[in-house]
């Protein structure tokens, strides 16, 4: 069964630090993988996925993500992190294994704060 | 243009009633998703449409839970019975379509407290 980890329930990085939010994960066949930020009170935003080809990803607000079959990783960084990137991030993992079925699995969520 | 919407935003109930959660996907998106988000629970897969296809119910929790999908778009999602445990945010989410290489959208959801 397809699982995503996201091993840290919080991140604190001071602004203009480099932000990272780590996600592994585990599937039977290739994955396909997401993240998605959740602002306060809001729905959850797509910010950038990984299908196939580049290993390195860039999505919205500066964010970019690399993977890492070997590790079975798809961490997300940021370069320098801003006070408005606070908010909740989830990784998502969908496995293409023939028996995964058509479902994608989030993990339980990093909070990130963002300090000034 | 219009995003995902969901009505109503927030709806208090008392246990043993039922409840309908309604959701409007994105025009021309024939996918579309139901999740639940509790308290420190995360997401939760709830049952996913595709086109005409039969739905994919498998993250339903309970018979207490079901949902349609009327002319490929509007859904509702109906809980009986209300229980305590059913308090969480209700999210609805739309994608172009159901191979899930495309990223989905989601509503503000409904946030659901049983009394």
């Known amino acids: 069964a397809q699982s995503v980890a996201q091993p840290e329930d919080q991140v604190n990085v001071a602004e203009g630090n480099p932000l990272t939010v780590k996600c592994t994960y585990s599937?039977?066949?290739?994955?396909?993988l997401f993240w998605y930020v959740q602002y306060p009170n809001r729905g959850l935003q797509f910010l950038l996925k990984?299908?196939?080809?580049?290993?390195l990803v860039k999505g919205s607000y500066g964010f970019e993500a690399e993977f890492n079959k070997s590790q079975t990783s798809f961490h997300l960084k940021k370069p320098s992190a801003l006070v408005s990137d606070s908010a909740l991030y989830f990784c998502?993992?969908?496995?293409?294994?023939?028996?995964?079925?058509?479902?994608?699995?989030f993990g339980g969520g990093t909070r990130v704060l963002v300090k000034p | 243009g219009a995003g995902v919407s969901q009505s109503p935003s927030n709806k208090v109930t008392e246990k043993g009633k039922d409840v309908e959660l309604r959701c409007d996907p994105i025009?021309?998106?024939?996918?579309l998703y139901w999740y639940r988000q509790s308290l420190g629970q995360g997401l939760e897969f709830l049952i996913y449409?595709?086109?005409?296809?039969?739905?994919?119910k498998s993250g339903l929790p309970s018979d207490r839970f079901s949902a349609e999908r009327t002319g490929g778009s509007v859904s509702t999602l109906t809980i009986q019975r209300t229980q305590q445990e059913d308090s969480a945010v209700y999210l609805c989410?739309?994608?172009?379509?159901?191979?899930?290489?495309?990223?989905?959208?989601f509503g503000p959801g409904t946030r659901l407290t049983v009394t």
């Open positions: 989410a739309s994608s172009l379509g159901g191979t899930l290489r495309n990223e989905q959208y």
């Open positions: 599937v039977s066949g290739n994955p396909y």
């Open positions: 990984y299908i196939t080809g580049d290993n």
């Open positions: 998502a993992v969908r496995d293409t294994g023939r028996a995964a079925g058509n479902k994608l699995t």
């Open positions: 025009s021309g998106h024939t996918a």
């Open positions: 449409f595709q086109g005409n296809s039969a739905p994919d």
